[in-house]
């Protein structure tokens, strides 16, 4: 099983970007997205489930962040808006089963997680 993600790069401030997370192998029931900016800890940013409609968000992306999944493509993908540089970073997707909602945003609850995908905001 594995998580690939990619799509990062350099974004002015105010810019879009859609960060992919491709899964091969088996699917899970739940899928997140954590960053992690330099210096700081790693953050819970987004979740979705695979086979049940839920989509959860962190309180410092709701409402610039969308989360949502391609289950042809077998893909989750995170959309980001209104980018800021705080929002520079190292992007990470995981995956879990059988979480309840809430501890859907706890990182230990991931036991897969893909190897990370870099973007910078410039101001």
């Known amino acids: 099983v594995q998580l690939q993600a990619s799509g990062g790069g350099l974004v002015q401030a105010g810019g879009s970007l859609r960060l992919s997370c491709a899964v091969s192998?088996?699917?899970?029931?739940?899928y997140a997205w954590f960053r992690q900016a330099p210096g700081k800890e790693r953050e819970y940013l987004a979740a979705?489930?695979?086979?049940?409609?839920?989509?959860y968000y962190g309180g410092s992306v709701k409402g610039r962040f969308s989360i949502s999944k391609d289950k042809a493509k077998n893909t989750v993908y995170l959309q980001m808006n209104s980018l800021k540089p705080e929002d520079t970073g190292v992007y990470y997707c995981?995956?879990?089963?059988?979480?309840?909602?809430?501890?859907?945003?706890?990182?230990?609850?991931?036991?897969?997680w893909g190897q990370g995908t870099q973007f910078t905001v410039s101001s």
């Open positions: 192998g088996r699917t899970f029931d739940n």
């Open positions: 995981a995956a879990a089963d059988r979480l309840i909602v809430s501890s859907i945003n706890n990182e230990r609850n991931y036991r897969t």
């Open positions: 979705i489930r695979w086979n049940m409609g839920g989509t």
